[in-house]
């Protein structure tokens, strides 16, 4: 019997993987989607410790210098083809990438559209943890793109966009803080922002409870599939490095 809706198969990577392993696995299902033998795919990763800059690298002012004095702390580093700036991913962290052909016929979303439904499933999923009230969309907001995301009362970013777009399939994607070691960002920018401007659900929860990604994971489930309209079907991973 036919799915009503675009079956997307999801892949959740159950333990830590480098930033280059994560990103290989990626180009695998780009390309299998992209010459037929693939199917959409979401997958959900949490990194080793590894700081990335975007194509936005000039904005962030990365020196040589720097890239040295951030691998000293114990992180790697790596240029990426995302948009956006000079970030931190590490444990504690969700990452999700969804590759997606916008133009499949079960979703025909424009860029613009995606980009919007990436980010209320954000903030849907904050939401349901901290309450709706006091999460906030970043785009709405009016001001620059790097402020796309959620935010905690308006002031703390929480949960972060980076994404691109190529031959009409997507790639990254987003970034929640659940329970991730906040001091990891002191030593950057992070995406252009005070120190001051970056939280994680585990520090605006009242009693100081551990938000774990493995929590945190069904909620956004959930909230991507109800607004992507999609049909989410767990697969293993069939990518061998």
């Not at 000039?58 to 790697?76: E, H, M, P, Q």
């Not at 052909?101 to 025909?108: G, I, K, M, S, V």
């Not at 659900?201 to 100081?208: A, F, N, S, V």
Request: aromatic share 8%; with cysteine.
């Amino acid at each position: 019997m036919p799915h009503s809706r675009l079956v997307v198969q999801l892949i959740k990577c159950k333990k830590l993987v480098s930033y280059a392993y994560g990103q290989s696995l990626q180009s695998h299902y780009i390309q299998r989607l992209a010459i037929g033998r693939g199917s959409p795919t979401l997958l959900l990763l949490q990194f080793e410790p590894v700081y990335t800059c975007g194509l936005r690298r000039s904005s962030s002012i990365i020196t040589s210098t720097d890239v040295d004095r951030l691998r000293s702390l114990g992180a790697d580093f790596h240029e990426t083809d995302r948009g956006g700036l000079l970030t931190f991913h590490g444990p504690g962290q969700l990452v999700a990438y969804p590759v997606l052909p916008l133009q499949h016929p079960q979703l025909r979303l424009a860029l613009r559209t995606y980009i919007s439904h990436l980010e209320q499933t954000l903030v849907d999923t904050c939401g349901e943890i901290l309450g709706h009230t006091r999460i906030y969309s970043g785009i709405d907001t009016g001001k620059s793109v790097s402020y796309a995301g959620a935010w905690v009362d308006n002031q703390r970013k929480v949960a972060f966009m980076g994404i691109r777009y190529s031959r009409g399939i997507t790639s990254h994607g987003v970034s929640i803080n659940c329970s991730i070691n906040m001091n990891w960002f002191d030593h950057i920018v992070p995406c252009g922002f005070d120190r001051r401007q970056i939280t994680s659900l585990t520090d605006e929860i009242p009693d100081k409870k551990m938000m774990t990604v493995e929590e945190v994971i069904p909620i956004f489930i959930k909230h991507f599939q109800k607004i992507f309209n999609v049909e989410l079907i767990e697969s293993d991973c069939d990518y061998k490095q």
